[in-house]
């Protein structure tokens, strides 16, 4: 079993781990798949003289599953139709079971990471949480702001996306004992790769196919979330 199989085993257990409704839509929501790309940074993160450690799948699924818990928060706030192509937990099964299902998901995510044995773990993972708050509550005070600049665009990718990348990284690097300067370079490199997603995201809200991205087109405008592509625009 290579390293993203056996996290997606940890995630399944977690899904599996909760009876009735809940248990249904945490697993609606593992079974949407995803690209699994915040854990695969956890896992490249680490020592690679080494083979995976249990702290470090840990790690990995605690990031994937704080994810999930946003993402499933979000479908809420956006009163969101349709993930990846499938019905959310709030269209099939209503607002008070969604925030629910992010909540479990979320204090999962913390249980999984406090059984690798790394206080300081705890600390990445929880500030990049907090962090994830703070761009949420930034992207919706920004709602239909059409002087939006770029400086605030980027503040609001770092706060919703770069600093969990930066955490992924973070977590594989200390949980397997890398160097702190490796460490701290390697979450450099997750936070610019994050906002790169981002953009790039944006982007294909405009530009994407549904089949392909799961979503309707202009989803973003439509939601009055202003983003990098509009901001441009309108520089023109």
Do not use: W
């Not at 349709?82 to 959310?88: E, I």
């Not at 920004?142 to 002087?147: C, E, L, Q, S």
């Amino acid at each position: 079993m290579n390293g993203l199989d056996a996290v997606e085993a940890r995630l399944e257990g977690v899904a599996n781990g909760y009876p009735g409704p809940l248990g249904e839509a945490c697993r609606a929501t593992l079974g949407a798949g995803g690209k699994r790309l915040r854990p695969l940074l956890t896992l490249l993160s680490a020592r690679r003289d080494l083979a995976f450690s249990p702290a470090v799948l840990r790690a990995a699924a605690a990031v994937e599953l704080v994810h999930m818990a946003t993402l499933v928060h979000d479908d809420v706030l956006d009163h969101a139709a349709l993930r990846r192509g499938r019905p959310t937990v709030v269209d099939a099964q209503g607002a008070e079971t969604a925030v629910a299902t992010g909540d479990y998901l979320l204090a999962r995510a913390f249980v999984e990471l406090a059984g690798a044995g790394s206080p300081e773990a705890v600390d990445v993972l929880s500030a990049a949480a907090l962090q994830l708050s703070r761009g949420e509550l930034l992207q919706r005070a920004a709602a239909h702001k059409v002087t939006t600049t770029v400086a605030e665009y980027e503040e609001r990718c770092e706060r919703k996306t770069a600093d969990l990348f930066a955490a992924a990284c973070t977590l594989g690097a200390q949980v397997s004992c890398v160097g702190p300067e490796t460490a701290a370079s390697l979450a450099v490199f997750g936070r610019l790769l994050g906002l790169a997603f981002q953009v790039f995201d944006d982007i294909l809200d405009f530009s994407g196919e549904e089949g392909q991205t799961g979503k309707r087109v202009g989803t973003d405008v439509r939601d009055g979330t202003i983003t990098l592509p509009v901001i441009l625009a309108l520089e023109v």
